[in-house]
């Protein structure tokens, strides 16, 4: 007669292997994060600051809290790799503009420029407006988490890594719509403290802006304390109209 421990060993690789099967299905069913990228290939628009706590983005950084002393500012983006935000603070100018590797920044009369080679979570994208690109993707290594649902909608969940590892370590998860090719959410955490979130951004208000196209527009920013740091309207949304490479020069 079979032991009380061979039954259970039985039943243990039974779970064992029906775990197995369960997230090698899921894995299976999970689609290359590439494919999700939105079609864009420009992308221009209006970022309009319609609330901001300094006391609660300083709990992110400081410098990044600064950024909301722009009330509104111009994006443009053109693939791959070239991005331009201008606006102003008072009577000053800002303009910031990635162009590859490239970061120009100029306020007011003072001019610099930054190789983020070794500094890849200086480089902006459109991911920071909810907008996957393939360009972006080349700088991430990525593994597929799970599926959340939420209103009966399913959203995709990976983990991104920056391919530089070792410069900068930090996380970021995102969920995916995959059926409108907008990013929802998105999670980033300390580069020295792998498991301690840093910042917890919400894509709201998504749009079709053309065929086949959409676009969230409204951010939210909230602090590792789940606090709301700043709320953004995108508007004036223009996409796949070719800018002039021109603009991404100082």
Not at 9 to 25: C, D, E, K, M, N
Not at 37 to 57: C, H, I, K, Y
Not at 81 to 101: A, F, H, W
Not at 129 to 143: R, S, V
């Amino acid at each position: 007669m079979p032991s009380i421990r061979s039954h259970r060993s039985v039943r243990s690789l039974t779970a064992a292997a029906g775990l197995f099967i369960a997230v090698a299905a899921q894995a299976a069913a999970a689609p290359d994060l590439r494919s999700l990228a939105a079609p864009v290939r420009s992308f221009s628009g209006t970022m309009t600051v319609q609330q901001a706590n300094m006391d609660e983005l300083v709990k992110i950084r400081k410098d990044y809290a600064q950024s909301y002393r722009v009330k509104s500012s111009r994006i443009s983006y053109q693939y791959p790799d070239r991005l331009k935000v201008d606006g102003n603070v008072g009577p000053m100018s800002v303009i910031y503009i990635i162009n590859g590797n490239t970061k120009l920044i100029k306020y007011g009369p003072i001019r610099r420029e930054k190789n983020l080679v070794n500094d890849p979570g200086q480089k902006q994208g459109l991911l920071d407006f909810g907008i996957l690109t393939a360009d972006q993707l080349e700088d991430y290594t990525w593994k597929f988490l799970r599926t959340d649902s939420v209103n009966g909608k399913p959203f995709h969940v990976y983990e991104l890594r920056f391919k530089n590892f070792r410069e900068d370590p930090s996380r970021r998860l995102i969920w995916v719509d995959p059926a409108r090719k907008v990013v929802v959410r998105r999670q980033t955490f300390h580069q020295k403290r792998d498991n301690d979130l840093k910042m917890d951004m919400r894509f709201e208000g998504v749009q079709q802006v053309a065929p086949g196209i959409w676009s969230p527009t409204i951010i939210k920013v909230y602090n590792d304390q789940g606090k709301l740091g700043a709320s953004s309207r995108l508007s004036n949304i223009v996409v796949n109209k070719p800018i002039p490479l021109s603009a991404f020069k100082l």
